[in-house]
């Protein structure tokens, strides 16, 4: 399986970006997919999980601003990601959660005026 991150950015404050992330293989629809994000001197955090059936979860400080989703017939996921701030500034992962992590490649987002 690979994973290919797409879509980050320079944007301004309170601006827009949506991140995709494309996966290779057959298995796309029984996985279940993820974001995280890793700022510079930060861990690593998750910032949205959604299921193989769609059903979504955030982290607290991106509830309301992000939306991620999924094209099982694209082998798709996406992170929709509107109001940002210059705190949501870090390079973006996607992963593959369950039944087993995989991690992509990172696609490195930038919120500055």
């Known amino acids: 399986v690979q994973l290919q991150a797409s879509g980050g950015g320079l944007v301004r404050p309170r601006g827009s970006l949506r991140l995709s992330c494309t996966a290779s293989?057959?298995?796309?629809?029984?996985?279940?997919m993820g974001w995280h994000r890793q700022a510079p001197g930060k861990e690593r955090e998750l910032v949205a999980r959604?299921?193989?059936?769609?059903?979504?979860d955030y982290a607290d400080s991106v509830k309301g601003r992000f939306t991620i989703s999924r094209d099982n017939a694209k082998n798709t996921v996406y992170l929709q990601m509107n109001s940002l701030k210059p705190e949501d500034t870090a390079v973006y992962y996607c992963?593959?959660?369950?039944?087993?992590?995989?991690w992509g490649q990172g696609t490195l987002v930038t919120v500055s005026s």
């Open positions: 992963r593959i959660e369950r039944p087993w992590t995989y």
């Open positions: 293989g057959s298995t796309f629809s029984l996985i279940h």
């Open positions: 959604i299921t193989n059936t769609g059903v979504p």
